[in-house]
């Protein structure tokens, strides 16, 4: 005879938030349980039981510890407008485990530290252009040139984290339709898709900056040609602070505006080939059909290559800067064990080991 699994009654509002967070509709998660929907429907609605070895795998489909199950509540991840170009699609799983994960860090760092988003109080109402000019002013920005993308970006993580204390961090969003997203708090978070091309993350870094200088949080697929007004100030602010008109148009004229002089450019402005063209194409440097010809010739050509991943750098990329240098300083005060922050950092412990 079969032993039965036995069945374990828990909280519904927390079973069914659960699921929510990890942005599972009933019929997905039935097909991944192997739970049947009416079963998960009765049990959200508090008619039956989940029995031990279901909760067991629910906890592992989740991504959360099985004692979140047993809580009196769970808080529900916060609500970000969606600014996606598809917004009728249903917002990824993976998505909202990052957003877990960015509202969690950002919590436990302004726990430990007490550090806050700092924002300078720029007028309300401005251009892109003048909002562009007024952080250049503030931040100094003083970035390598002639260097790998990748250094730059790293360049403009630091410096924004130093500056204006705001998270930067990369994650697995494994979604075409999600490129960044920003959630505004005390300790404010910006996350990147780690899976991008440096190029392409520092112009959705900046793009992100934009909402949190507009006081704004939300989800982006950020294309370089967006047609609802938010989006479309946030790539002109973006432009505008990394390719700043005069710069940009004297190093034009110094190496020119092909596809292989701009690839030269990456090397000084950090971005895509695509948003230089999309620069040079406002600045009335070429033409709309010039624009549209190298569309047309290089249409999903912008992707990341693979190739070995570097997972120390990896890991680091995924807390961030700034969340390493705060639990560094309270694991060194005595406040966290090394536990603690491997779990607050979501790192192994051979790298938490070199970071501490």
């Not at 251009?127 to 040139?145: M, S, V």
């Not at 697995?172 to 960044?180: E, G």
């Amino acid at each position: 005879m079969v032993k039965r699994s036995k069945k374990i009654h828990l909280k519904p509002d927390v079973l069914k938030t659960l699921r929510e967070n990890a942005g599972y509709d009933i019929k997905i998660l039935a097909k991944k349980s192997g739970i049947s929907e009416e079963k998960i429907e009765k049990v959200e609605r508090g008619e039956d039981d989940f029995t031990i070895k279901q909760v067991k795998k629910l906890s592992e489909i989740y991504m959360v510890p099985l004692a979140a199950f047993f809580s009196d509540e769970v808080t529900h991840l916060p609500s970000l407008p969606d600014y996606r170009v598809n917004r009728e699609k249903r917002i990824p799983h993976t998505v909202n485990i990052a957003i877990r994960r960015a509202k969690y860090l950002s919590d436990m760092v302004h726990e430990i530290s007490g550090r806050k988003t700092t924002i300078p109080n720029f007028p309300k109402n401005i251009t892109p252009q003048e909002l562009a000019e007024r952080l250049r002013n503030y931040l100094k920005p003083k970035a390598p040139i002639k260097v790998p993308p990748s250094q730059i970006l790293d360049y403009y993580k630091n410096l924004i984290e130093k500056m204006l204390n705001i998270l930067v961090i990369e994650y697995p969003l494994k979604a075409d339709d999600v490129r960044a997203f920003v959630i505004k708090g005390h300790l404010s978070v910006i996350v990147l898709n780690e899976s991008d091309e440096a190029t392409v993350k520092l112009f959705s870094l900046f793009h992100e900056l934009g909402h949190i200088l507009q006081n704004e949080t939300g989800l982006c697929s950020i294309t370089m040609e967006e047609n609802e007004e938010e989006e479309k100030y946030c790539n002109r602010f973006a432009a505008e602070f990394l390719m700043p008109e005069n710069e940009f148009r004297m190093w034009v004229q110094k190496y020119g505006k092909d596809d292989d002089s701009l690839k030269k450019l990456q090397r000084i402005f950090g971005v895509s080939i695509h948003a230089m063209k999309i620069r040079l194409l406002n600045l009335g440097l070429i033409s709309r059909q010039e624009y549209e010809e190298f569309k047309r010739r290089v249409k999903g050509a912008e992707r990341r290559s693979g190739g070995r991943k570097n997972w120390e750098k990896t890991f680091k990329n995924r807390a961030g800067n700034l969340a390493i240098e705060e639990v560094k300083k309270a694991y060194k005060r005595g406040e966290l064990s090394i536990h603690e922050s491997m779990e607050i950092l979501d790192m192994k412990m051979k790298y938490i080991e070199k970071v501490l």
